[in-house]
């Protein structure tokens, strides 16, 4: 397994156990490192970058990590160590700031002009504390980057998805994923699923993988 593929795995994992271990001491990592939403009071910007090694439980972190190891590696191999842990970290980045934006929008949209929402039950709190709720964790917007790499660099190769029958092109896999996304983020489906998170990986990865397209293109033409 090459070395960035699998210190992510690893990271993730020794992440994960140390969540469960400091929880029982009054550490919640999760809420000091998951991206808060850019107005809350709970916010910081090295929050772009630590809620992708956080993650809400096993199911969740091991997809995730599936995932990684399954088409990470691969592409690891193609770009090599340096260029693919860049192109992870933008997508998480991106991911991120995909989220920011969509959580902006709803609050503008819904939110702004109320001072206290209520949760249910009776339980109202204030629009400060209500803000601070909002936050998101895991590797996902990365993934989904990854995910659309392995398209545009093997689209014709074959893939069984459970439940099909036949398999399926790398391409149309992706395209699928990408539009099922959408649907469910633009019906707001899905539960706390960040849908636009996975679409902004998706987004950052396809704009990454075309500069150095071009670059290289450019660097081909003048030599």
């Known amino acids: 397994m090459p070395t960035v593929t699998k210190n992510l795995l690893i990271i993730n994992v020794l992440v994960f156990l140390a969540s469960y271990v400091l929880k029982g001491y009054g550490v919640d990592l999760n809420n000091m490192f998951g991206l808060h939403f850019i107005l809350a009071s709970d916010f910081r910007i090295y929050q772009l970058f630590t809620y992708i090694f956080l993650h809400g439980g096993f199911e969740h972190l091991f997809f995730n990590m599936f995932a990684v190891w399954m088409f990470g590696r691969i592409l690891e191999h193609v770009w090599g160590p340096k260029r693919f842990l860049f192109y ?3 997508c998480g980045v991106g991911a991120g700031l995909c989220q920011e934006l969509m959580q902006y929008i709803d609050y503008v ?4 002009p109320y001072a206290r929402v209520d949760m249910g ?3 109202i709190v204030s629009m400060g504390e209500y803000l601070n709720y909002m936050n ?14 392995f398209g545009m660099l093997f689209p014709n190769e074959q893939m069984f998805i459970f439940p099909l029958p036949v398999p399926i092109k790398a391409k149309y896999f992706v395209v699928g994923y990408a ?9 707001n489906q899905g539960g706390n699923i960040a849908h636009f998170a996975h679409l902004g990986g998706m987004l950052f990865g396809f704009l990454l993988i075309m500069y150095w397209r071009k670059k290289r293109n450019n660097e081909q033409y003048y030599y």
């Open 109 to 112: 949209v819904e939110l702004a």
């Open 179 to 187: 539009v099922i996304e959408l649907v469910l983020g633009l019906t």
């Open 121 to 123: 039950g009776g339980f």
């Open 136 to 149: 998101t964790v895991g590797a996902s917007g990365a993934v989904y980057g990854i995910l659309l790499a």
């Open 88 to 90: 992870y970290l933008v």
